[in-house]
């Protein structure tokens, strides 16, 4: 059987300066991994050469469809990508002025991909848009407002509903909490937790906050300099860490 | 009972004769001619030949008294009539290096081989207005130089310090004969950008300057003088010289600091004009060489960079076609407009 | 335009040949924008030089045409152009809708209907549907590519979430053949329906933009909506002040300053006709 999806060896060279050495690893269905490291480490641009946010100098990426069927990401034309990342895949920027649609409004953001896969029926888009903001927390009552008018808070989560809304199978996160307040942090992570859980969501989550992997992960992968360090279950990282890094970041952080 | 508002044709005519009198101002005072257009105004024409795209002292002369001294109308009756000349086939590139120079600077080193030489030039005038302007020149004026002064980006390409250029073996787009279509290769940009409106191109440039894409140019030399134009005739098979026209080049010396695999070096930026246009040249080399960014690796942050924004809204005479049509009539589209604000505002009412 | 000798309908024959490619391409994939290398023409950009190249290409010596202008052949941009090819290929002229082989327009729709041996020939000021929404045209070629139209969807439903109906009255997006997304000028979107199945060619010109393209006579053009928010028609509550036409698209004329206004039909060959009629 086949992971949801299967990263070999990826790698990506900014000119000669070397971006991400090899990673390889396998996500499977409603698994969280969260990638975790310091800021500088490649995370990032192993998450965006994974998502297809950014081509990979070499390496593939194979995704299993909802038929079993498995298919290699850099095989597939661009309408075949393009499809695949608004329906199946979700991607939640860090700012999330990059992942909404600031000029329409916040039902229009989450009716977005509905409309993109063809559905023409203006009530049921709507009923869904309301459904999802009540999901995220977002009072219906803003529905036609414009995510301008919006705190942080409240734009990652419309940001969250405007990728659910198509059902994914995966969705991937770049640091879904940072620059935001702790509080509203902590009310997104909740947040996040019973969405990814109820809807049986496998996800790739960036952070350089071990707090947020040890919240929302069931997997952990640590990478340093470009490099994965150490990977394995997220509470036995946290245990027992073994890579010097990880140590150190184990106990600067979790003090408490 | 109502007539519906007729005339049109009647209205023009008479358009047509109130242009014809205000075109020519009182009748007292006498009638200039073309040729005083060409030889008194003789920087006007050259730049309504530059954006009008074609090399006609006579017909840019033309274009301007028929024009009123409205540049932008001139240089539009100037690309109007190029529409409906036939074309015979392209000339043999330019040899600049060939020049019969009459004005040549460079900013980037003092002295060089060939000198440098001031030439026609306000640029140490004191603009202060003259009632009398000197009616003859004092002494008789300097010969041109001749030929073969070496480029003073050649004399640095020895070192390895400035980027190379080399022909390129594709053939020479034409914006003229084929739609724009981007990205855009560098000889249809350079194409654009030499029809390109010279105050939009100047405030680009000017905007790199003052750090919204910085390039950090140097002149490195502005030629102004006589380049011979050379063709091929089918019939014939060999090169003929069909005539002489004068151009201004600028090559533009700009610091890099290497990106990805290319070490340290400068870059070019190319200005090339008709006649005498050299503040278009300049403003032409920095707009190239910050168009070239991507190409350079370098990063892409400002209007300048953006070649679908500059060369899309370079050309004036597409611009003051668009920004002028809003004068024609509108009132399908506004009554169309009436009916649905007060379809809207019935709506509204009616909901509350 | 006195001075040089200008060829037939004033383009030389090398660029009528290449205009003529460019319609051909647009007529085989309809909707698609052709991209051609307009020429400038005597006439301001912006001005209708697209629809004139069009027309020029298209036209013969046998041909009879008529221009209009907000529906009207006597608003001062038909004049215009209509003394234009008078001028410079001598052909016939008519305000006559049936008479005429070649029609070219400019934000209207003739009433009468047209015929399969006619050619109507639209001005296009900006092409694409998308660009409001989005400003590149590397990004539209791709939209229009793949297909990606949702977003036009997402102004719709914004119209309808804010005004609860979709607030576009003219340049009303259409789809054409069941494949690409068109801009059918800014004519008012009364329109629209007139330009499914048109028994006539229906030629698109945008000489600025540099762009051509076609709905060949008999081709689906189906205006964009919703299912539970379906394309409408504006209705007048009077007919025409003159003829009495209950059908016809009106335009407002204000009679005073005390608000005083009627409604009269904006295609006056088409009201003339009507007149006599009765």
């Not at chain 1, 999802?132 to 808070?153: A, C």
């Not at chain 2, 003859?136 to 390895?160: C, H, M, N, R, T």
């Not at chain 3, 051609?36 to 001005?47: C, D, N, Q, S, T």
């Amino acid at each position: 059987m086949n992971g949801l999806l299967t990263v070999d060896n990826i790698t990506k060279n900014y000119g000669s300066r070397v971006g991400c050495h090899p990673a390889s690893f396998e996500l499977w269905p409603g698994e969280v991994l969260a990638i975790v490291g310091e800021s500088g480490s490649g995370k990032t641009t192993l998450l965006k050469c994974i998502s297809g946010q950014m081509d990979p100098t070499s390496g593939s990426v194979r995704y299993t469809k909802r038929d079993g069927e498995q298919i290699l990401f850099q095989n597939l034309s661009e309408a075949e990508r393009r499809f695949l990342m608004r329906t199946d895949w979700g991607f939640v920027h860090q700012d999330a002025r990059d992942g909404l649609r600031m000029g329409v409004s916040a039902g229009a953001n989450v009716g977005e991909r509905l409309m993109a896969v063809g559905d023409r029926h203006y009530g049921h888009i709507r009923k869904s848009a309301a459904d999802w903001l009540r999901q995220v927390e977002i009072d219906v009552e803003r529905i036609d407002d414009s995510p301008w008018s919006f705190s942080g808070g409240m734009r990652q989560r419309l940001q969250i509903a405007r990728n659910l809304v198509t059902a994914p199978r995966i969705i991937f996160m770049d640091e879904p909490t940072g620059g935001l307040d702790v509080s509203v942090q902590a009310r997104l992570l909740d947040l996040m937790r019973g969405l990814v859980r109820n809807l049986g969501l496998a996800a790739v989550i960036v952070t350089h906050d071990l707090a947020v992997a040890r919240l929302l992960s069931t997997r952990m992968m640590v990478m340093q300099a470009g490099s994965v360090i150490e990977t394995g279950l997220t509470d036995q990282i946290l245990e027992d860490p073994q890579a010097p890094y990880t140590q150190l970041l184990v106990s600067s952080v979790l003090q408490v | 009972m109502y007539v519906a508002v007729k005339g049109g044709e009647k209205a023009i005519d008479a358009a047509h004769q109130l242009l014809a009198e205000a075109r020519r101002g009182d009748p007292s005072i006498p009638e200039i001619s073309t040729n005083q257009i060409e030889e008194q105004l003789s920087l006007g024409v050259d730049r309504v030949m530059n954006e009008g795209s074609l090399y006609d002292r006579g017909f840019a002369s033309l274009a301007i008294k028929q024009a009123r001294g409205d540049m932008i109308e001139a240089i539009f009756l100037l690309r109007a009539a190029r529409t409906t000349l036939t074309r015979f086939g392209y000339a043999l590139p330019l040899d600049t290096a060939q020049m019969q120079i009459r004005r040549r600077i460079s900013a980037a080193f003092k002295d060089l081989p060939g000198g440098q030489i001031l030439g026609p030039t306000f640029d140490y005038t004191h603009r202060l207005l003259e009632e009398v302007l000197v009616p003859e020149p004092a002494k008789e004026a300097p010969q041109p130089i001749l030929a073969d002064v070496p480029k003073v980006l050649g004399l640095l390409g020895s070192e390895g310090l400035i980027e190379l250029e080399f022909a390129s073996d594709q053939p020479v787009g034409d914006i003229t004969q084929d739609p724009p279509s981007f990205p855009m290769s560098r000889d249809q940009r350079l194409q654009s950008l030499a029809r390109g409106d010279e105050g939009f191109l100047l405030s680009l440039a000017y905007s790199s300057q003052r750090g919204f894409g910085r390039t950090h140019p140097f002149a490195g030399e502005i030629r102004l003088g006589e380049v011979e134009v050379c063709f091929i005739p089918e019939e014939l098979g060999f090169e003929i010289v069909i005539g002489e026209m004068t151009v201004t080049e600028c090559e533009m010396i700009n610091q890099f600091k290497g990106s990805g695999n290319t070490p340290p070096q400068f870059t070019r930026g190319y200005g090339l004009t008709f006649g005498h246009c050299e503040r278009k040249a300049m403003s032409m080399a920095l707009v190239d060489r910050a168009l070239r960014a991507g190409e350079l690796g370098e990063e892409r942050s400002a209007p300048i960079h953006d070649e679908e924004f500059v060369i899309s809204h370079a050309d004036n005479v597409q611009a003051t076609g668009f920004v002028e049509h809003l004068k024609l009539p509108h009132y399908v589209d506004f009554q169309s407009e009436l009916l649905l604000l007060r379809q809207l505002r019935q709506d509204k009412d009616r909901a509350e | 335009m006195s001075g040089p000798h200008y060829n037939f309908a004033y383009l030389n024959e090398q660029t009528k040949r290449m205009i003529r490619r460019a319609i051909l391409k647009a007529v085989a994939i309809p909707g698609y924008q052709v991209p051609f290398a307009a020429r400038e023409m005597p006439m301001p950009l912006g001005w209708g030089t697209g629809g004139v190249q069009v027309t020029a290409a298209c036209l013969t010596a046998e041909d009879t045409l008529k221009v209009i202008d907000q529906g009207a052949d006597d608003t001062t941009n038909a004049v215009s152009i209509r003394k234009f090819f008078v001028k410079t290929a001598n052909v016939a002229t008519t305000e006559q809708t049936e008479e005429a082989t070649i029609i070219q327009t400019r934000h209207r729709f003739p009433e009468t209907p047209l015929k399969e041996n006619q050619i109507l020939v639209y001005q296009v000021p900006i092409p694409e549907p998308l660009r409001f929404l989005e400003p590149r045209e590397t990004e539209t070629r791709k939209m229009h590519a793949l297909e990606e139209y949702g977003v036009m969807h997402v102004k719709l439903y914004e119209d309808i979430s804010r005004f609860g109906e979709i607030a576009t009255a003219y340049a009303y997006p259409a789809l054409v053949n069941d494949r690409y997304m068109f801009d059918p000028s800014p004519i008012p979107k009364f329109d629209n329906p007139k330009l499914d199945q048109s028994p006539a060619l229906q030629l698109f010109g945008a000489g600025r933009e540099k762009r051509i393209y076609a709905i060949p006579p008999y081709t689906k053009v189906k205006s964009l909506d919703f299912e539970d928010y379906p394309f409408t028609l504006p209705t007048w509550e009077k007919p025409c002040a003159i003829c009495g036409s209950k059908t016809s698209y009106l335009d407002e004329i204000l009679t005073d300053d005390q608000g005083g206004r009627m409604f009269v039909c904006s295609d006056t060959d088409y009201c003339r006709k009507n007149q006599v009629a009765k």
